[in-house]
């Protein structure tokens, strides 16, 4: 399955909102659960990645509800409402229905 | 705390072998999956393998099936990847993430990570 990510870069205001879209080749639907396999991370400059989003919409532990997942099928976002300086860094789709595969990542940067 | 600490890392020839491990403290080993994901220096983020609570499922990528090899031991807290005939295109950080369940689905959190350089 392959994941894209768009845009390639972002520079957002603090304050303002940021949103990030992924698309997969395939349905990340799970027949059984109905829950969609897409999940989001982070990678702050110089860190390893943290689990923000996992199936389409779940926030992970210690997560500011600023972060939202949203989407389904094969079209994902991720919004945050009002974006903060410690929010800088590249995003990460990756869905895991089938043997994973991450998307490209998004930056994101501070005006 | 949840603690996972990577080793093994290094340079080594096209070809080579090389053996990672992961330490893993704070929380109950067992009773989670676990992955390997790896990052070349500047690049993204690609999925290499995971593995279920009981070892029962494992799963690898495309271009590492066949070459590598992931297994744990639960009485020592212990994750590893056997990384045979490895490629230049191999060079990369590797990270050891926890799954958010007992089954190799989501990783949910990452140690530092441990560098493999493979060239001649």
């Known amino acids: ?111 | 705390e949840v603690q996972l600490v990577e080793s093994g890392g290094g340079l080594v020839q096209p070809g080579g072998s090389l053996r990672l491990s992961c330490e893993a403290s704070g929380f109950t080993f067992d009773d989670y999956g676990m992955h390997w994901v790896r990052q070349a220096p500047g690049k993204g983020l690609e999925w290499v393998s995971g593995i279920a609570w009981n070892s029962a499922t494992t799963d690898y990528a495309p271009t590492v099936k066949g070459r590598f090899i992931v297994s744990r031991d639960n009485a020592k807290n212990i994750l590893y990847l056997q990384m045979d005939s490895l490629r230049p295109e191999d060079t990369a950080f590797y990270y050891c993430a926890k799954d958010i369940s007992s089954t190799m689905t989501t990783p949910g959190y990452w140690g530092q990570g441990t560098l493999v350089t493979v060239s001649s």
Request: hydrophobic residues 30%; proline residues 6%.
């Open chain 1, 1 to 111: 399955i392959v994941m894209t990510q768009s845009p390639h870069s972002l520079a957002v205001t603090p304050g303002e909102p940021a949103s990030f879209s992924c698309t997969s080749s395939h349905i990340l639907l799970h027949e059984h659960n109905g829950f969609d396999y897409l999940d989001w991370y982070l990678q702050k400059p110089g860190q390893s990645p943290q689990l923000l989003i996992y199936l389409g919409t779940h926030r992970a532990a210690g997560v500011p509800d600023r972060f939202r997942g949203g989407g389904s099928g094969t079209q994902f976002t991720l919004t945050i409402s009002r974006v903060e300086a410690e929010d800088v860094g590249v995003y990460y789709c990756m869905q895991d229905l089938e043997t994973p595969t991450f998307g490209q990542g998004t930056k994101l940067e501070i005006k």
